[in-house]
């Protein structure tokens, strides 16, 4: 394994455009479960909670678990890991599945949210966004100025990914050499088909999973099966 480790190495130090592409497995020691598998998230929830169309008939209902699945439990006082502050050493644009915001926390600075963030939220009459510090969330339906009522400002079952991530998301894929796919098995769409793009068209994919992903057998080039945090640090080690 060692030497699949320097082979990724030498891979990441001659790319001219790296890309990461991360899901919930880098956030994992960070104290985010995953939300798929025996000790995911929907194994204790109902996944239809954060449904659109039942946010907009039952906001009431629906935000009492965003707060305490989001607010109170999964996001309070979460902090990278070792595996956010090498992607963000290594200094390349970032596609992100997660909406933890751990990768700006640790430092990168081109960082696509393909679902969202938590870290803000939208008002649904307005389109006014608000940092979720300034919004009053012991409120039973937090509002906005106008009294609109507000959502996290990430991707619910039923809606459309963001336009400008999206694009910007399939762009890098397409342009990319090397794609570094890390923490992610490959299952939601559309997110799952952006290194199946960056193949595509010419990127060498080094896959970083603890098991074999939809992408392992297919599309990837090096399978290095750590954990992010253990082996992404001596990734960047000299890089």
């Not at 479960?33 to 996944?47: C, I, N, T, V």
């Not at 596609?95 to 933890?100: E, G, K, L, P, V």
Request: net charge negative.
């Amino acid at each position: 394994m060692d030497s699949l480790i320097e082979k990724a190495k030498e891979r990441i130090k001659k790319a001219e455009r790296l890309v990461a592409f991360t899901g919930a497995g880098i956030s994992v020691a960070s104290g985010i479960p995953p939300f798929r598998g025996p000790s995911g998230l929907w194994s204790k929830y109902d996944p239809s909670i954060l449904d659109i169309d039942f946010f907009f008939s039952n906001p009431s209902k629906s935000w009492k678990y965003i707060k305490q699945i989001f607010y109170e439990y999964l996001l309070k006082d979460v902090k990278p890991n070792p595996a956010h502050i090498a992607i963000a050493k290594l200094a390349c644009p970032v596609i992100t599945q997660n909406i933890d915001n751990l990768h700006q926390a640790a430092g990168s600075k081109d960082v696509i949210e393909f679902h969202g963030t938590a870290q803000t939220l939208v008002c649904m009459d307005c389109s006014k966004r608000f940092n979720r510090d300034r919004v009053d969330l012991s409120a039973d339906i937090p509002r906005c100025d106008c009294g609109g009522i507000l959502k996290p400002d990430f991707v619910f079952f039923g809606e459309q990914i963001p336009k400008d991530a999206l694009e910007k998301s399939f762009m890098l894929a397409q342009i990319c050499d090397v794609m570094l796919v890390v923490g992610t098995t490959g299952q939601i769409m559309p997110a799952s088909q952006i290194p199946f793009l960056a193949k595509n068209n010419g990127a060498f994919i080094i896959e970083i999973n603890p098991d074999p992903s939809n992408y392992t057998g297919e599309i990837t080039d090096i399978f290095l099966q750590y954990k992010a945090e253990e082996v992404l640090p001596k990734l960047v080690e000299g890089v």
